[in-house]
C-alpha cells in the first residue's frame, strides 16, 4: 500500500546550524509532497509544499528538494532558530480515482535546536 | 477567515463508552478529511468527504466508528462503543476544491485528545 517513510525520528542540532529531514514514499503516482509543522499542543501547519513538476522549492531559510525517480524528498532547515523546535511531518498525496487527495503522512521528526 | 475548529478539545471516556467529535469546516470548504494519530505514531487517514458524500473511506479502522456531514458543512465522528486502541488525536482538515483535481493545502483543526480508560 501506499507508505512514506522518514528519518531521523528526532534531530537535535545547535541554534544556527542546519537541519536536514528526509523522506521516501512509495506511490509514484504521488504528485504532492507538503511539509507540516506541529508545535507542541497545536495543530499541525502547512510550511512548504512541493509538486512533482519542480525539482526544488525555497521559502526563506526552509528549502525542499525532490528526486522523482527515486522517490525521495527533503527538508532542509538553514541558521536554526529556537522556534523552529517542532514536530516536522513530510507527507505525499496524488491524484487517482476516489483516492485523490488524501495525504499519507511520515512518521514525523522531533527537532529541537539547543542554545 | 476562522480557522477549522474541533471540539470537544479533550475528552475522557471509559471502554465501551461512545463518544461524538465535531468538525466545523473553514467555510466554502467542500472537501473535508478526517485522521488520527495514535501514541505519538504518523498522522493516518481515515476519511474524505466532498460536501455531504463520501469519497474515501478506507482508512476507517472498523464498524464503530461512523462519520457524517450531512448538509455538507459540519462533520461528526462517532466511536462506539469506544476501545482502548481508540486512544488518539484526531485532527479534522479542510480544502477548497480546484477544478482539474490539483491538490492544495489542507488547513487543519486543533484536534481533539481523545482517552478510553
Known amino acids: 500500500g501506499e507508505n512514506v517513510e522518514q528519518h531521523p525520528s528526532t534531530l537535535s542540532v545547535q541554534e544556527g546550524d542546519s537541519a536536514v529531514i528526509k523522506c521516501t514514499y512509495s506511490?509514484?503516482?504521488?504528485?504532492?509532497f507538503p511539509w507540516y509543522k506541529q508545535e507542541l499542543g497545536k495543530r499541525p501547519q502547512l510550511i512548504i509544499d512541493i509538486r512533482s513538476n519542480v525539482g526544488e522549492k525555497k521559502d526563506q531559510r526552509i528549502a525542499v528538494t525532490l528526486n522523482k525517480t527515486a522517490k525521495h524528498f527533503s527538508l532542509h532547515i538553514t541558521e536554526t532558530q529556537p522556534e523552529d523546535s517542532a514536530v516536522y511531518f513530510c507527507?505525499?498525496?496524488?491524484?487517482?480515482?476516489?483516492?485523490?487527495?488524501?495525504?499519507?503522512f511520515g512518521s514525523g521528526t522531533r527537532l529541537s535546536i539547543r542554545p | 477567515e476562522a480557522g477549522v475548529t474541533q471540539f470537544p478539545s479533550h475528552s475522557v471516556i471509559e471502554k465501551g463508552q461512545t463518544v461524538t467529535l465535531r468538525c466545523d469546516p473553514i467555510?466554502?470548504?467542500?472537501?473535508l478529511y478526517w485522521y488520527r494519530r495514535v501514541m505519538g505514531k504518523e498522522i493516518k487517514f481515515l476519511l474524505h468527504f466532498v460536501k455531504e458524500s463520501k469519497q474515501d473511506e478506507s482508512g476507517m479502522p472498523n464498524n464503530r466508528f461512523l462519520a457524517e456531514r450531512t448538509g455538507g458543512t459540519y462533520s461528526t465522528l462517532k466511536v462506539q462503543p469506544a476501545e482502548l486502541e481508540d486512544s488518539g488525536v484526531y485532527f479534522c482538515a479542510t480544502r477548497r476544491y480546484l477544478r482539474g483535481g490539483v491538490d492544495n493545502e489542507q488547513f487543519f483543526g486543533p484536534g481533539t485528545r481523545l482517552t478510553v480508560l
Open positions: 467555510s466554502g470548504h467542500d472537501n
Open positions: 507527507a505525499a498525496s496524488s491524484n487517482r480515482g476516489s483516492s485523490a487527495s488524501k495525504i499519507i
Open positions: 506511490d509514484s503516482a504521488s504528485n504532492y
